[in-house]
């Protein structure tokens, strides 16, 4: 992939930018084929950049590289039902993701449905109503 863009960018017109988010995804690559599991905390420590740079690379990287699956929430389903706490004082139900990419297919499903969840500042948190979740879920299951 780096050489495509190399060769087809006439022998090193790419930007910097495009190099670093390719060596990211090649880095990831290589953390997920070694079955690590690094927070982006703990991948911007080692990378000597900030969380926040780790999270918005892994975001580009969602837009630029991959596309939408429903099999791959399909495969996130227990995950995420092994998260769920239910907020009683605010009759919500919340859930700690820590994928972007899955957060990001989780509002997109959400969204094709016309369903919302309660946007927070943590961008980790998901929050919806349990009738939203049990129309997401459902509709994510093999039934």
Do not use: W
Request: charged letters at 30%; glycine letters at 4%.
């Amino acid at each position: 992939m780096l050489s495509l863009l190399f060769y087809e960018r006439n022998f090193g017109q790419a930007s910097k930018s495009q190099f670093e988010l390719i060596m990211f995804k090649y880095f990831l690559d290589c953390l997920e084929k070694s079955e690590l599991s690094l927070t982006n905390y703990e991948i911007g420590y080692y990378l000597g950049i900030t969380e926040k740079k780790v999270g918005l690379l892994k975001e580009k990287i969602e837009f630029q590289f991959s596309k939408y699956d429903e099999q791959y929430l399909k495969s996130k389903r227990v995950e995420l039902l092994q998260r769920v706490v239910f907020d009683e004082k605010k009759a919500l139900i919340k859930i700690l993701v820590n994928d972007v990419s899955l957060m990001l297919h989780i509002r997109q499903k959400l969204e094709s449905l016309g369903l919302y969840d309660e946007n927070q500042l943590n961008s980790k948190l998901f929050q919806c109503r349990p009738d939203v979740f049990l129309v997401f879920i459902s509709s994510i299951s093999d039934c």
